[in-house]
């Protein structure tokens, strides 16, 4: 359909059918009236309006229009017509001569097959008195219109034609038909053409010119973007673009001097070079820059759900984008970071800690913020505005800080109380400052310095503990104590460690190596409950070996209670901390864990087992006995740095590096969710009275404050694969790599073949790098792609397994394909068997341990003979043999499998469910024969299927016995309004305790061709579901009466090959959950609204017998699970 409206948004004309138009009238916005009128040109490709000024002759009002069409010669033939309105609409028969009729070459503008060529009406200026572009062809053509010399000249022609087209001579009418005729084919050289591009983009579906040079290029394909194309190019030495090797008479823009001058004029006397028409000059440099970039992952061709982190939560992994842009899209919900403020200019920054005029001060009051060669102090003004301290303090500014934090006040009798008493550690020393609000200045109390000929070399500091690790293992653990007044460190333990220090019997102990020398990398002190100043356990982590010991203080010095076993590299950060909100003992809630965050950029998540004891005289104190569910999750490849951080009320600890993640306490777990922050060096909570319970980060581009919010929100990841499209993807959990079955075509022109060569490419989970690639033969095409797995007495292994097709131009349907079987191990891909199959292989899944081939007409089951080598303990597949085969279909192109039974779709017919017997017998179950045309089906269980339809419809089925047999009943049919392309069983969004109260349980994701993503939620509860019903039947109703609109129930209403009339059937069995959330919106602008939709009822569903509160509730439950 094109639809095309006039400048002057009085008219609009749509093409819908073939030899007719539909005219709209419009005024103000909306319709006056609207016909049909009728053309000759039915096969038309493009219209646009003529830029003439509209001619108004009494109430008549005349609009040219420029139609492209294929004539009866399969010819692209350009014509214009004039159209009239007043009372009524028509259209002249003949040609206007504003833009003489034209047939385009073939040549220039090829037989349309895929992409349509395009109409673009360009206005007059100056000299030019305006045209039309035709786009979509080998060249950009330009035709302008005919001048008033000529219109008179071709009317006066047209005059004479017709008079004795008119006349009484045979022979003379007959000359003057063919003269006639020749007049329309002829062809019009155009007044300009293009013929090489400028720039790229991704692929355009609409270019719109905004001002000044800024366009917007909306894509299908690919990102769409806001883009400013330049008259200069960019200094860069790379070609522009591309230029086909086949082109003659290329030179480069750079090309000068007198020697390449002679060089070039001497291509004037090449015979070989045809150069009447110019040079093609391959310039350099980028002559187009992008604004803004707006994601887009359609279409969607394939989707996987994997939990890429370990982390419990799915994660959805798309085959997206075409052309140039194909691309994987991890899509996931995680947390967003609003961004207050920044510091720009800091580089290197290494750690902030915000600091607070008074220990139990309210907010922070000054910053102090470390890089790797000096410190800077700035002072928190109230205005949201930082100032810089000068060194008049008693900072140690020329040096990197380790540590920095308030410190509380201890009288003899163990009483705390409030001071204004800091702490500094660089690796020179440990220095106690007091802040003076009156000077505005920290001045230094006492100093700490190392062991003659020694340096710090890391630190932990809580309210009342502090605790210093030099060069070699040596650590020296201090309290504040107090003389006379002023703090001083006492230090209570001077210990060298060792890497090898081990409780009795540890799997975990190391030998002790002499050449292996014992370093500390990082330290945690922090109390497990807030109310703490101090606690019995130090977190201690070790450089080389990798591992954390958690060391308990004794009357002998420091003992080691329990350790780790070597993590995947250094730990660079260490946090004791509770996510729990108990207090006591008495209260319930403690989740103490030890997180810790290592140089590769992984963050190691361990649950701390303890237990309480009790004392005389004194708070229970808590045992910590040992780490278990220790978790490891990567956040990229940079250092990872720690921090408390709470967020809406939750306590939580943020995790930094390339990117970063919240850490909070989820269903008895440590949960994970993604942040939208790359490359974080440093963190910390900043509570300020500008900016309260915020973040303070830094990153490249310098220091930043925000806060962490909406930690459901969905984020998206583009992987991009350039010319290489994917379009069918598989996982392996235990191999942690992607199966992916891509096409890469190269650039073409309009006209030529396209080359597309399928592969198979292997990649990493974590960095989606491309580990091996397998190539597929001449004119294979990759078209399925699954996983199975195999086991041999207690060894397991999993094979990709991808279905192709040969294409052979000269068949109308695919005879030959094959089924490959790929191993992967380590970095390799190996070619384990292949068997040959008589057609395309459109489908593939797995059923009670066999594969399972939708190969034509006929689905059938394949058996995977594999044998152990015991020598090296690996499965080897020996063979792949034909097990069974089900043929009762016309084209199967798509199969799921649930447990034993498998469901399948005929494009052309409907779906049928299947069951595997007997080990390998395929028997029907139940089959529907309505002309259903299904595109992509699964099953939610053994005996419920859901589907979707060519006409853009949601369905499902489900067994039942009748008459004796059981049979499909279709129980739901529902309008989506867009093509699914795959369902998924689960969801990205984690089941919450309300939605399992509500009954609701997301059993499906689907994704469009559009690039929707889709949820379907099972509500389990009948009075609720019936109670949703009636809503949805009273928010159609409200909003029909007030909108004038049609009807929620037509919008829904599933269509058909015919479309929809008022007699087609309403949707059922599905409910439109985004309609049903508008209440929501109700309740809070609108209440009378709302008590209106809570006070429907009909005669079969009754009426809503859940409460206001309890609907409010099962609607919040329902929008957060998308």
């Known amino acids: 359909m094109d639809v095309m409206v006039h400048p002057k948004g009085e008219v609009a004309v749509v093409s819908c059918y073939a030899g007719r138009l539909k005219v709209l009238k419009l005024k103000a916005g909306h319709i006056e009236f609207q016909t049909d009128v009728q053309i000759a040109e039915i096969n038309l490709l493009s219209l646009a309006f003529l830029p003439l000024p509209v001619h108004q002759s009494k109430s008549k009002l005349t609009y040219t229009i420029a139609l492209l069409h294929v004539n009866h010669m399969q010819q692209l033939h350009l014509v214009s017509h004039d159209l009239v ?24 503008v090829p037989y349309p097959t895929e992409t349509l060529p395009r109409l673009v009406s360009l206005a007059p200026q100056d000299s030019f008195l305006g045209g039309i572009l035709v786009v979509g062809g080998r060249k950009i053509l330009l035709y302008e219109l005919s001048s008033e010399e000529d219109r008179q000249l071709h009317e006066g022609k047209k005059k004479r034609l017709n008079k004795r087209k008119s006349g009484t001579d045979e022979e003379e009418k007959e000359k003057a038909k063919e003269k006639e005729k020749a007049r329309e084919n002829k062809k019009r050289r155009a007044s300009a053409e293009v013929e090489w591009p400028w720039s790229q983009t991704p692929p355009a579906q609409t270019i719109s010119y905004l001002d000044n040079q800024v366009f917007y290029v909306g894509s299908h394909l690919g990102d769409s973007q806001v883009i400013k194309l330049h008259q200069n190019g960019t200094s860069n030495l790379e070609p522009t673009l591309p230029i086909p090797p086949e082109t003659q008479g290329i030179r480069r823009s750079s090309d000068k001097g007198k020697k390449k001058a002679k060089e070039d004029n001497e291509d004037l006397f090449d015979e070989s070079l045809d150069l009447r028409k110019g040079r093609v000059i391959e310039l350099t440099g980028k002559y187009l820059s992008v604004f803004q970039t707006f994601k887009n992952i359609a279409p969607i061709a394939d989707a996987i759900l994997v939990d890429l982190d370990d982390s419990g939560q799915q994660q959805l992994v798309t085959c997206s984008g075409g052309k140039s842009s194909g691309s994987l899209n991890i899509i996931r919900m995680g947390a967003n970071f609003q961004e207050l403020a920044i510091l720009p200019g800091f580089e290197q920054v290494t750690n902030i800690w915000p600091l607070r005029g008074t220990f139990y001060g309210k907010h922070h009051t000054h910053l102090v913020v470390s890089t790797l060669s000096e410190t800077y102090i700035f002072r928190v003004e109230s205005d949201q505005s930082f100032s810089y301290l000068n060194a008049h303090n008693s900072f140690a500014l020329g040096t990197p800080t380790i540590c920095a934090h308030n410190l509380i006040k201890r009288d003899t009798s163990n009483n705390y ?70 703090p001083l460190l006492k230090s209570t333990i001077s210990q060298h460690l060792m890497y090898s220090d081990s409780p009795l019997d540890d799997p975990a102990a190391l030998p002790i190596r002499s050449w292996l020398q014992t370093e500390i990398s990082a330290i945690s002190v922090a109390p497990l409950k807030d109310s703490d100043v101090s606690t019995r356990f130090i977190g201690i982590a070790f450089w080389t070996t990798n591992q954390i010991k958690v060391y308990r203080y004794t009357v002998h010095g420091l003992k080691v209670q329990f350790q780790s076993m070597p993590l995947p590299a250094m730990v660079r950060s260490l946090l004791f901390f509770d996510f729990g909100r108990g207090k006591t003992s008495e209260q319930t809630g403690h989740h103490p864990c030890l997180i810790a965050g290592l140089s590769n950029g992984s963050v190691v998540s361990f649950v701390l087992d303890f237990e309480w004891k009790k004392q005389k005289n004194g708070p229970d104190y808590m045992v910590l006995k040992g780490f278990k569910d220790m978790k490891i999750v990567s956040l990229g490849v940079n250092p990872v740095c720690l921090s408390v951080c709470p967020v809406e009320g939750k306590r939580a600890v943020i995790a930094s590096g390339s990117r970063s993640t919240i850490l909070s306490w989820e269903r008895s777990r440590v949960h994970y969710s993604p942040v939208v922050l790359k490359d974080v060096t440093a963190v910390s909570a900043l509570n300020s009275t500008g900016y309260p319970s915020s973040l303070i980060l830094a990153d490249k581009f310098g220091i930043k404050i925000g806060r962490v919010q909406d930690t459901d929100k969905m984020h998206v990841q583009t992987i991009p694969f350039g010319l290489d499209n994917p379009h069918r993807i598989a996982h392996i959990p235990s191999l942690k790599v992607f199966g992916v079955a891509v096409d890469h075509t190269e650039p073409y022109r309009i006209g030529d073949d396209e080359d597309v060569v399928s592969s198979f490419k292997l990649l990493d989970d974590q960095q989606f790098r491309t580990i091996s690639t397998f190539e597929c033969q001449n004119d294979e095409q990759a078209m399925s792609l699954t996983t199975i797995k195999v086991s041999v007495a207690d060894e397991d292994a999993t094979f990709f397994c991808m279905g192709t097709t040969f294409i052979d131009p000269g068949e109308t349907e695919p005879r030959r394909g094959r089924i490959v079987i790929l191993g992967a191990s380590g970095h390799s891909l190996s070619l384990a068997a292949s068997e040959d199959t008589n057609g395309c ?23 995977l003979e594999v ?69 992509s089906v699964d099953a939610f269980n053994e005996k419920t299927i859901i589907g979707s339809d060519d006409t853009l419809n949601l369905f499902s089925f489900t067994v039942e016995q009748a008459g004796g047999r059981k049979v499909l009943r279709r129980d739901g049919y529902y309008h989506v309004g867009d093509v699914v392309t795959k369902f998924l069983r689960g969801s990205i969004a984690l089941p919450t305790k309300a939605a399992t109260e509500a009954g609701m349980r997301p059993t499906h994701m689907f994704c469009t061709a559009s690039g929707r993503i889709g949820v379907v939620i099972d509500e389990l509860e009948e009075r609720l579901s019936n109670d949703l019903t009636l809503i949805e039947i009273g928010m159609s109703t409200l909003l029909t009466e007030q909108d004038d609109e049609k009807s929620h129930r037509k919008h829904r209403a599933p269509r058909n090959a015919r479309g929809r009339t008022d007699a087609d059937e309403a949707a059922f ?37 859940s409460d206001k509160q309890a609907i409010h509730q099962a609607l919040e439950t329902l929008q957060n699970m998308h």
């Open 867 to 935: 044998s152990l080598d015991k020598s090296t303990n690996t499965i080897i597949l020996e063979g792949i043999r034909q097990a069974s085969e089900w043929n009762h279909n016309y084209l199967v192109t798509s199969i799921a499998s649930y447990g034993n039974r498998l469901v399948v779709a005929d494009q052309f017919s409907s779906v049928s469910l299947l069951e595997l017997t007997s080990g390998t017998k395929l028997s029907t179950i139940a089959r529907d024969y309505s002309p259903l045309w299904p595109i």
């Open 85 to 108: 309105i007043s009372d009524s609409v028509e259209l002249s028969y003949d040609p206007s001569l504003a833009l003489p009729p034209t047939t385009i070459a073939q040549k220039w």
């Open 841 to 863: 292989v459109y489908a593939l899944s797995t059923v009670s341990g066999l594969l399972a081939a939708a190969v034509g007409s006929s689905v059938v089951v394949y058996w």
């Open 417 to 486: 109380s409030d001071s204004s008493y800091a702490i500094q550690v660089t690796p020179r020393g440990a220095v106690i400052l007091e802040y003076d609000s009156r000077l505005d200045q920290w001045l230094e109390i006492s100093r700490q310095l190392p062991k003659q000929g020694n340096v710090f070399v890391a630190a932990s500091v809580n309210s009342s503990q502090v605790v210093l690790a030099s060069s070699k293992g040596i650590l020296d653990a201090y309290v504040i104590e107090y003389n006379n007044g002023a």
């Open 1069 to 1105: 069995g599905f409910l439109d959950g985004d309609f049903l959330e508008k209440l929501l919106t109700l309740m809070d602008e609108s209440p009378n609204d709302a008590n209106k939709v809570l006070g429907t009822s009909n005669e079969t569903l009754g009426a809503i017998l």
